[in-house]
């Protein structure tokens, strides 16, 4: 990708009211779910950017470390930086509701999900609500703590309106952060996400996957995920065994939270 083409798409990702170190944040990751950037590209330098986009050296640079601190790139000391790939041990990039805090108390565990299943659901409830369908693709996973603890998590989206979901096999979901899937297929990013939490007794098959008891009640998480203030994109439940380890759970789904792990 040419620096003109990357200074196009910071002319249409700039608008009112948005600082100028987001707007090119957006249009590094449009390029990257267009197609434009690939994983393992070389992304230009600071300076290289500096001179040929019409901004600030210091909001360059504060874009390039959110874009760091998110997963989508990855500095090499001494070589410079690039867009970063899917792991090939199957780490999660930048997760959003599986962030555990590892025991330094300023970074997270690394995730490793494995999709499991994937059908299609038409009991209604509250995914039904939540979506407005009446036809639901629900996708199951085994996400692995670090080697600690697994949690399960059943993902649920409107076939017809993401039907990526449907056609990726899912060993090429397992690895993946869903939310960059969902970028990828429609270029636009999660805006909002309500989350909900309670202690509930998970379904049999759920407590046996997170090895608990079947009548042991456990931490159970919902979210709900919104491409605009009232536009859900994805309904998700995940259930948490006993953990001495503590959640943190934003509702920006574009905060940060502690510095991502990068190499």
Same mark, same amino acid.
């Given at each position: 990708?040419?620096?003109?083409?990357?200074?196009?798409?910071?002319?249409?990702?700039?608008?009112?009211?948005?600082?100028?170190?987001?707007?090119?944040?957006?249009?590094?990751?449009?390029?990257?779910?267009?197609?434009?950037?690939?994983?393992?590209?070389?992304?230009?330098?600071?300076?290289?950017?500096?001179?040929?986009?019409?901004?600030?050296?210091?909001? #360059?640079? *504060? %874009?390039?470390? !959110?874009?760091?601190?998110?997963?989508? &790139?990855?500095? @090499? =000391?001494?070589?410079?930086?690039?867009?970063?790939?899917?792991?090939?041990?199957?780490?999660?990039?930048?997760?959003?509701?599986?962030?555990?805090?590892?025991?330094?108390?300023?970074?997270?565990?690394?995730?490793?999900?494995?999709?499991?299943?994937?059908?299609?659901?038409?009991?209604?409830?509250?995914?039904?609500?939540?979506?407005?369908?009446?036809?639901?693709?629900?996708?199951?996973?085994?996400?692995?703590?670090?080697?600690?603890?697994?949690?399960?998590?059943?993902?649920?989206?409107?076939?017809?309106?993401?039907?990526?979901?449907?056609?990726?096999?899912?060993?090429?979901?397992?690895?993946?952060?869903?939310?960059?899937? #969902?970028? *990828? %297929?429609?270029? !636009?990013?999660?805006?909002?996400?309500? &989350?909900?939490? @309670? =202690?509930?007794?998970?379904?049999?098959?759920?407590?046996?996957?997170?090895?608990?008891?079947?009548?042991?009640?456990?931490?159970?998480?919902?979210?709900?995920?919104?491409?605009?203030?009232?536009?859900?994109?994805?309904?998700?439940?995940?259930?948490?065994?006993?953990?001495?380890?503590?959640?943190?759970?934003?509702?920006?789904?574009?905060?940060?939270?502690?510095?991502?792990?990068?190499?």
């Amino acid at each position: 990708m040419t620096l003109d083409e990357l200074a196009r798409l910071l002319d249409r990702s700039s608008r009112p009211g948005v600082p100028k170190y987001t707007a090119l944040r957006d249009a590094v990751v449009h390029a990257v779910a267009s197609g434009k950037f690939v994983p393992g590209d070389r992304v230009p330098n600071e300076q290289e950017l500096a001179g040929s986009l019409p901004m600030s050296l210091g909001t #360059i640079q *504060r %874009a390039l470390r !959110q874009l760091v601190e998110e997963g989508v &790139i990855l500095r @090499r =000391q001494g070589q410079g930086s690039f867009i970063a790939g899917k792991s090939e041990d199957g780490e999660m990039a930048h997760p959003f509701h599986c962030r555990f805090v590892d025991d330094s108390g300023h970074g997270y565990l690394p995730v490793f999900p494995e999709a499991l299943e994937r059908h299609t659901i038409t009991a209604p409830g509250e995914w039904s609500r939540t979506l407005g369908v009446a036809q639901g693709l629900e996708i199951t996973r085994c996400i692995r703590i670090s080697d600690e603890f697994s949690v399960s998590s059943s993902f649920v989206v409107d076939p017809a309106r993401l039907p990526v979901f449907g056609k990726l096999p899912l060993r090429k979901l397992s690895g993946e952060n869903f939310k960059d899937v #969902i970028f *990828r %297929a429609c270029g !636009q990013a999660i805006q909002k996400i309500d &989350i909900f939490m @309670r =202690q509930q007794t998970p379904p049999p098959d759920v407590a046996k996957l997170i090895g608990i008891g079947p009548q042991q009640p456990c931490m159970a998480l919902r979210a709900v995920a919104y491409l605009g203030e009232a536009d859900p994109i994805y309904y998700q439940q995940i259930f948490i065994p006993p953990t001495r380890r503590e959640l943190h759970i934003v509702s920006d789904s574009r905060a940060v939270g502690f510095k991502s792990r990068v190499s």
